[in-house]
Each structure stands twice: as structure tokens, then as C-alpha cells.
């Protein structure tokens, strides 16, 4: 008897819940437009159907001209331990005392790897090293990082003296060609 009650309410809940109306949903309304524009009729075939929406307007943008200014970035050449290690760096290049100057030089350029100036120095202590191969690498790699021309002038210097100490005619004829330009 239990059984059979159970299963009878269970029924009555199961088609009483199926029996709820379902809540309407009401369309969105849709705003009429003021204007009713015709379709376009293009002669390729294509219907144009135009919209009108004031909000959009057409304004003209004046971009004005700027002087073009060469982009510097700031490579650490500001931080006083750099300012420190590269003046060490040049008295002992000036002594002649070309190992302290290059440990120096590595120090200044682990602070600031983008510095010309680091590169420049390391160079030109291979130079005097009598590691013409390396010394262009070192150039090389600060033509990347050189602004001025000043620097540019320099580096290509050096690559010119490694590329005669080399005997390689074609690096002296780029650096000689690349000096003419700057």
C-alpha cells in the first residue's frame, strides 16, 4: 500500500510540474525609424540598404608636423657606477695598461649592455692585443648600439685597423667606404 502511494504522488509531482504555465516572453519592441530609406539598387546587382545614424560624423584630424628627433634611449650610460668604471677604463687605456682597462670595460658594459661606448673600448684594447678579429666583432657590435656619429666614426676607425691588421681588403674597403659617408 505504501508503495503504491509513493508512486502515486511521486506521478501527481512529476505531471503537476509539467503542468505549470510557461512565463511569456514579451518581443522586443522595435523603433520605427523616422525616415524610411529606399534600397539601392547598384549596377553590379548588389542591394545597398542605407542606414541613417547621426552620431556618426566625419571629422577631419589635423596631425601637426613635428621635427623629426633621433630617438635615444637610455642605455645606463647615467649610472654613476658606469661614469666610475668608464673613466677607469681610460686611464688605464691611457697607462697602457690595457688588462685593467678591459676588466674595466666588461664591468661598464655588464651595467650597461647597450652602451657604443663600452664596445669602443673593448675594440680598441683587442686592437692593441693584437686580436684584430675580435676587435671588429666588438665594432661591429657597437655600430648597433652607436647614436652620434661621432661614435660611428670611431667604431668604423677601429674596424679599419682590424681589417688591415687582418690584411682583409674587403673590411677596409667597407670601413674606408663607410667613413666617406658619415
Given at each position: 500500500?505504501?508503495?503504491?502511494?509513493?508512486?502515486?504522488?511521486?506521478?501527481?509531482?512529476?505531471?503537476?510540474?509539467?503542468?505549470?504555465?510557461?512565463?511569456?516572453?514579451?518581443?522586443?519592441?522595435?523603433?520605427?525609424?523616422?525616415?524610411?530609406?529606399?534600397?539601392?539598387?547598384?549596377?553590379?546587382?548588389?542591394?545597398?540598404?542605407?542606414?541613417?545614424?547621426?552620431?556618426?560624423?566625419?571629422?577631419?584630424?589635423?596631425?601637426?608636423?613635428?621635427?623629426?628627433?633621433?630617438?635615444?634611449?637610455?642605455?645606463?650610460?647615467?649610472?654613476?657606477?658606469?661614469?666610475?668604471?668608464?673613466?677607469?677604463?681610460?686611464?688605464?687605456?691611457?697607462?697602457?695598461?690595457?688588462?685593467?682597462?678591459?676588466?674595466?670595460?666588461?664591468?661598464?658594459?655588464?651595467?650597461?649592455?647597450?652602451?657604443?661606448?663600452?664596445?669602443?673600448?673593448?675594440?680598441?684594447?683587442?686592437?692593441?692585443?693584437?686580436?684584430?678579429?675580435?676587435?671588429e666583432a666588438l665594432a661591429?657590435?657597437?655600430?648597433?648600439?652607436?647614436?652620434?656619429?661621432?661614435?660611428?666614426?670611431?667604431?668604423?676607425?677601429?674596424?679599419?685597423?682590424?681589417?688591415?691588421?687582418?690584411?682583409?681588403?674587403?673590411?677596409?674597403?667597407?670601413?674606408?667606404?663607410?667613413?666617406?659617408?658619415?
Amino acid at each position: 500500500m505504501l508503495n503504491k502511494t509513493l508512486i502515486c504522488v511521486i506521478l501527481l509531482g512529476l505531471a503537476g510540474c509539467q503542468s505549470l504555465p510557461v512565463p511569456e516572453q514579451k518581443a522586443p519592441k522595435q523603433q520605427t525609424p523616422k525616415e524610411v530609406k529606399k534600397d539601392i539598387h547598384a549596377p553590379s546587382g548588389a542591394v545597398i540598404h542605407p542606414y541613417d545614424r547621426p552620431d556618426i560624423q566625419r571629422q577631419r584630424i589635423v596631425i601637426p608636423k613635428q621635427q623629426e628627433r633621433v630617438q635615444q634611449f637610455d642605455d645606463g650610460r647615467s649610472l654613476p657606477a658606469f661614469k666610475k668604471l668608464m673613466q677607469q677604463t681610460q686611464n688605464a687605456y691611457a697607462k697602457g695598461q690595457f688588462n685593467q682597462a678591459e676588466d674595466a670595460a666588461t664591468q661598464a658594459q655588464r651595467l650597461a649592455p647597450q652602451s657604443a661606448e663600452t664596445y669602443l673600448y673593448l675594440a680598441m684594447i683587442a686592437n692593441r692585443k693584437n686580436q684584430p678579429a675580435n676587435a671588429e666583432a666588438l665594432a661591429q657590435r657597437g655600430l648597433s648600439y652607436a647614436q652620434s656619429t661621432a661614435m660611428k666614426r670611431q667604431l668604423w676607425n677601429v674596424i679599419l685597423k682590424a681589417g688591415q691588421k687582418q690584411n682583409m681588403p674587403q673590411t677596409v674597403q667597407k670601413a674606408q667606404h663607410a667613413l666617406k659617408a658619415l
